[in-house]
């Protein structure tokens, strides 16, 4: 056994005449080249993606703790966790927070609903509905959801003829209720995309066996189903939240950057609307981004391990 | 996040397909009865949030300025100011994309599959990392680090394209490579004496052809709905155009080219999700499931 393995990774060596041109250099530079492949084969992509990837990310940090004028400094660290900055960062957590909560909920109940509704072509509607939506921010949702609730929108004039004024609510599309408002159209989704598999794997004889031991529905809910559910409920609010965290296009598009939130900043900042002496805060407002989304991935990829227990 | 972010959502689809339903077979009618009502509310409301939207803006865009039913906003889109030069640039980064995408991606996941399997765990958190690291971070990170000659070619923007693209091109290749028997097919291709080459273009492509397809698809959704980037690197894509056209003119126009790019995505994106579950299926008949 070990002298065919030796053979097997050495054939130039351990047996001498199997391979006939031994010793000569085109043998040689054969040889270099087949222990190389896998690093030629491979090396595009991980240049490609250390470019890509890599660079951007590694000037982030580096200008992140670096004045205007060069050299090391806490400066723009120290600018955007005070006043209008930190308010932004508030603002996405916030954003992220509550639009992981609200849809994170109601994503459980509608997926629930499709799943136990017996209907073929529902499922079917809703898994690529869900699919599509999911993938769906961007400017388009700007553009449907001031059809609908902008000042001339068609739910505002039906609303209205029946005596109810948004307004009044404190409610307009522009701002940060609206933008929470029209972010639920692509959450909703990804959260049923998350959670279906995992209401999937609650076993029926679960409940037959909780109910045959005399346990009510609220019973079976709160000590089989929700625990059993709950990895995968925290899964899929912690990946809504750095989703809404992280969005850019439909709130810059909405509000037309005026509404304080840490992407939308970035984005002002690219665009010229900086302080003297701010110059490079863009970046350190990316690194802080940087660093809540990573926490965000850690706590998921924990939460997921623990969520695959049940999913057999 | 920018379009197509759910976190490799297509997969997810795929899986719902396969779950069995749950059927509680003890349920009581009374209970039953219960059910049917909260659900019927629960799928009303969905239905409501998700269609009038999508209604509004349809509405919206064939109206003319008086509020009559009328075409007019379609029949003025093709020749609205830097429509067309929009078009042919959003036309050329998606080729771009595509042909580096495909280019970079196919060889480096047959690789990795027939040759460096211990390398795949590798190659799947490296593909997701574009979804943890949003594009409004890689965007400022590039327009920092890279020289002006790249920053002046619109084409620095295909390249990110091809990083944002990652995710869901990467995982489309690695299940369509999944689902074939890579090892006995590149095992008989080279005893009949194909090289690696000749292994890769006859015998593996045709086998993936539709996971090669459904990445091809999402890419070209990816790069046609894509705002932030493009916007920040003032490249006047469609998207940006819509957005940069809305605030200068106060016609339809804008919401009828949005509802096209919509409907456009929304057609192209249902075709790879029902392809992918036509796929499924087909494999899953093959195996004699």
Known sequence: MSKSEVAASDPGTSVPGSDATTGHPSSLLRRVLRKSEPAIAIAPFLIYTFLGLGVPSLAVIYYAFHGNKGGWTWHNIHLVTHGIFLIGFENSFKLGLISAIVPGILGVFLAYAIQTSNSNVLRRLTSTGAGVLANFGGINLTFMFLATLGSTGILTYWLRDVGINLANFGFTITTFSGVLFVYMYFQLPLMVLVITPALGGLRPSWREAAENMGASSWRYWRHVGIPVLMPSILGGMLLLFGSAFAAYATAASLTLGIIALSPIQIGNFLNGNVIAGQTHVGYAIALGMLVILSITMIFYSLVRKRASKWLR | ????????????????????????????????????????????????????????????????????????????????????????????????????????????????????????????????????IPPIVLIIGVLGAYPLWAKASPYLLSFMYVILAMPFVYRSLDAGLGAIDLKTLTEASRSLGGNWLKTMWRVILPNIRPALLSATVLTLALVFGEYTMASLDLWQTIPV?????????????????????????????????????SGSRRTRRRMGE
């Open chain 2, 1 to 132: 996040m920018a379009p197509l972010s759910g976190a490799g959502s297509l997969y997810e689809v795929s899986e719902i397909q396969n779950e069995t339903v749950p059927e509680f077979s003890t349920g009581s009618t009374k209970r039953r009865r219960h059910f049917r009502w909260w659900r019927l509310v629960v799928l009303a409301l969905a239905g409501a949030y998700f269609l009038i939207p999508l209604y509004a803006g349809i509405k919206f865009s064939l109206q003319n300025a008086e509020g009559h039913f009328s075409f007019q906003a379609y029949d003025k889109l093709p020749g609205a100011p830097g429509f067309s030069a929009a078009l042919t640039l959003s036309l050329k980064l998606a080729v771009a994309t595509m042909v580096v995408s495909t280019l970079l991606m196919v060889p480096t996941a047959i690789y990795v599959h027939v040759r460096l399997p211990q390398l795949r765990r590798v190659l799947d958190v490296v593909t997701v990392l574009p979804i943890v």
């Open chain 2, 241 to 277: 155009w819509i957005v940069q056209f809305s605030i200068s003119s106060d016609g339809n126009i804008q919401v009828a080219a949005s509802m096209m790019l919509l409907v456009g995505t929304w057609v192209l994106l249902v075709a790879v999700v029902s392809l992918d579950r």
